[in-house]
């Protein structure tokens, strides 16, 4: 996932509801949304939907399952994100950059790393869900600590860090951190190289291909059912 970021400035359009007033804009701009639109319709029917209705199956079968349950937390982050990416995408576009644009943005970040951890964690551990070396245990735990990115990243960065294919065009209202504190801002770009990096999937598949070398030969048939 790419982002961009993008710095302090003033809001041009009036505070109203922005699912309002996208409909009672001039039709020029409401087809303009239709592309977005239409994206966010197959990306959930063809992969949020059905990865939902998987997890939820899986976990009313097995709800003693550790792997059933990381499934639901990966498909229910992400049915969160594409409400989540509506809220950032309206606002923006609708109402500007207000003062509560950080907490939706925020929120949309969280609902992204939950997915990635949650879906790392779930390739670690394949398929049974639990990891057989003490370092595995370690690096699966220390996955998680992902999820302090989001809150770093407003305290780190001087601008909000929105992911650009929220937005229809390149943003052209400036959005400041709240919370940024200067002198931490060298430790802003490694942290957000980190959080668009996909760290907690890949370690995921790293951890998961060392088991697989280091398996017999009745845990590497049950690993290539993946």
Same mark, same amino acid.
């Given at each position: 996932?790419?982002?961009?970021? +993008?710095?302090?400035?003033? =809001?041009?359009?009036?505070? %109203?509801?922005? /699912? #309002?007033?996208?409909?009672?804009?001039? @039709? *020029?701009?409401?087809?303009?949304?239709?592309?977005?639109?239409?994206?966010?319709?197959?990306?959930?029917?063809?992969?949020?939907?059905?990865?939902?209705?998987?997890?939820?199956?899986?976990?009313?079968?097995?709800?003693?399952?550790?792997?059933?349950?990381?499934?639901?937390? +990966?498909?229910?982050?992400? =049915?969160?994100?594409?409400? %989540?990416?509506? /809220? #950032?995408?309206?606002?923006?576009?609708? @109402? *500007?950059?207000?003062?509560?644009?950080?907490?939706?943005?925020?929120?949309?970040?969280?609902?992204?790393?939950?997915?990635?951890?949650?879906?790392?964690?779930?390739?670690?551990?394949?398929?049974?869900?639990?990891?057989?070396?003490?370092?595995?245990?370690?690096?699966?735990?220390?996955?998680?600590?992902?999820?302090?990115?989001?809150? %770093?990243?407003? /305290?780190?960065?001087?601008?909000?860090?929105? @992911?650009?294919?929220?937005?229809?065009?390149?943003?052209?209202?400036?959005?400041?951190?709240?919370?940024?504190?200067?002198?931490?801002?060298?430790?802003?770009?490694?942290?957000?190289?980190?959080?668009?990096?996909?760290?907690?999937?890949?370690?995921?598949?790293?951890?998961?291909?060392?088991?697989?070398?280091?398996?017999?030969?009745?845990?590497?048939?049950?690993?290539?059912?993946?």
């Amino acid at each position: 996932m790419r982002v961009c970021r +993008v710095g302090h400035g003033s =809001a041009s359009t009036p505070p %109203l509801p922005w /699912v #309002v007033s996208a409909w009672s804009s001039p @039709s *020029g701009s409401r087809y303009a949304r239709l592309p977005s639109l239409w994206g966010t319709l197959v990306w959930t029917g063809v992969t949020v939907l059905p990865l939902y209705v998987v997890a939820v199956w899986l976990v009313r079968r097995r709800p003693d399952h550790p792997q059933a349950r990381r499934l639901l937390l +990966v498909a229910a982050a992400q =049915a969160a994100g594409v409400g %989540l990416e509506s /809220v #950032v995408r309206g606002v923006y576009q609708e @109402s *500007g950059p207000n003062g509560w644009l950080w907490v939706a943005n925020l929120a949309h970040q969280y609902t992204y790393l939950l997915a990635a951890v949650a879906g790392g964690v779930l390739l670690a551990s394949y398929p049974d869900g639990v990891v057989e070396r003490h370092w595995q245990r370690w690096v699966v735990r220390a996955m998680w600590w992902q999820l302090a990115l989001p809150p %770093l990243l407003l /305290v780190t960065q001087p601008n909000l860090v929105i @992911s650009p294919y929220l937005l229809d065009a390149p943003p052209q209202i400036q959005v400041a951190s709240p919370f940024a504190v200067t002198w931490l801002a060298p430790v802003g770009r490694p942290l957000e190289l980190l959080y668009v990096s996909y760290a907690g999937a890949l370690l995921g598949i790293l951890v998961l291909l060392i088991r697989y070398q280091q398996a017999d030969r009745v845990q590497r048939r049950q690993m290539r059912l993946l």
